[in-house]
């Protein structure tokens, strides 16, 4: 059964720092483009950021510009997003998610894969 488990998600102090990791079971995602995407409480999802199967990033959001970044570790079957200098704009649930259909990132969050979430929360 493929599947996505995301963890790391809490309550954090504006100006904190997160690390969230997603781990993928059921297939081996080497060739996949993964992402992650955010929704946060009455606002559609958006795209965050997103990692090739080469490791390009793409930043889907102007606000994370040179707060999170993404990486991935193949033989851990991982994924992982690092924030940091978080804002209470930041809170969402953070989603991660595979597009076994291309190895780059397309710029959509048109992914086939999705985890269940993880809930991050900034506030003092």
């Known amino acids: 059964q493929l599947q996505l488990v995301e963890s790391g998600g809490g309550l954090v102090q504006p100006g904190g720092s997160l690390e969230l990791s997603c781990a993928a079971s059921g297939f081996t995602w080497d060739y996949y483009a993964i992402g992650w995407i955010r929704q946060a409480p009455g606002k559609e999802r958006e795209g965050v950021i997103c990692i090739s199967r080469f490791g390009d990033t793409t930043n889907y959001l102007d606000s994370a510009e040179g707060r999170f970044t993404i990486s991935r570790d193949n033989a851990k079957n991982t994924v992982y997003l690092h924030m940091n200098t978080l804002k209470p704009e930041d809170t969402a649930v953070y989603y991660c998610?595979?597009?076994?259909?291309?190895?780059?990132?397309?710029?959509?969050?048109?992914?086939?894969?999705w985890g269940q979430g993880t809930q991050v929360t900034v506030s003092s």
């Open positions: 998610a595979a597009d076994s259909r291309r190895d780059f990132c397309s710029g959509s969050v048109s992914f086939d894969y």
